[in-house]
């Protein structure tokens, strides 16, 4: 059974760090892109940052660049999101999320974790 | 960037009802459409792929169809367990969803 388990949300002060982290399991982890995907409180989805299976292509939303990072060791069959200079418009459930290519444009995601919840408030 | 419109924001049906919810997209994006599920609390679950593909383990009451700018997501006889928010989402240009549309029961 494939498991996304989601980590390392909570309240930080804007400006803050935090780092974030997704457990996979029931699947090869190394063999799948992976996606964080954001929810603000009553509001829609927006996808955050995407990365390779091996890690060497990497991309970002326009809202987070330069001030999200994201990471994966396949060893430990994790992945992460490193957030600095948290904004409270960042407040949001980060999910994780497992993508496919169907197609060459075609890309959806088939798996998702609960979600952790991060709140950037003073 | 792509944006996509969903309609209606929101709608109200009764078990056993067919309903249809609409995306839009503010340009071509081919069949490069994807319907989810959200369940208050929960995450999204993956309906249809590729505009009208029905993803395994979905059932057959779901359908999707459309090409180019306008898609549509049909649930041909409503269930209890369909009250739900769904959303679209276009990969043709990076990723972008729909703003939701929010099933109530009458």
């Not at chain 1, 809202?63 to 948290?86: E, P």
């Not at chain 2, 057959?60 to 997501?73: E, I, N, V």
Request: charged fraction near 15%.
């Amino acid at each position: 059974e494939v498991q996304l388990v989601e980590s390392g949300g909570g309240l930080v002060q804007p400006g803050g760090s935090l780092r974030l982290s997704c457990a996979a399991s029931g699947f090869t982890f190394s063999s799948y892109e992976m996606n964080w995907v954001r929810q603000a409180p009553g509001k829609g989805l927006e996808w955050v940052s995407y990365i390779s299976s091996s890690g060497s292509t990497i991309y970002y939303a326009d809202s987070v660049k330069g001030r999200f990072t994201i990471s994966r060791d396949n060893a430990k069959n994790s992945l992460y999101l490193q957030m600095n200079s948290l904004r409270a418009e960042d407040t949001a459930v980060y999910y994780c999320a497992r993508g496919h290519y169907y197609d060459s444009s075609g890309y959806y995601y088939d798996y998702w974790g609960q979600g952790t919840l991060v709140t950037v408030s003073s | 960037d792509i944006q996509m419109t969903q309609s209606p924001s929101s709608l109200s049906a009764s078990v056993g009802d067919r309903v249809t919810i609409t995306c839009r997209a503010s340009q071509s994006i081919s069949s490069y459409l994807n319907w989810y599920q959200q369940k208050p609390g929960k995450a999204p679950k993956l309906l249809i792929y590729a505009a009208s593909s029905l993803q395994s383990g979905v059932p057959s009451r779901f359908s999707g169809s459309g090409s180019g700018t306008d898609f549509t997501l049909t649930i041909s006889s409503l269930q209890p367990e369909d009250f739900a928010t769904y959303y679209c989402q276009q990969s043709y240009s990076s990723i972008t969803f729909g703003q939701g549309t929010r099933l109530e029961i009458k």
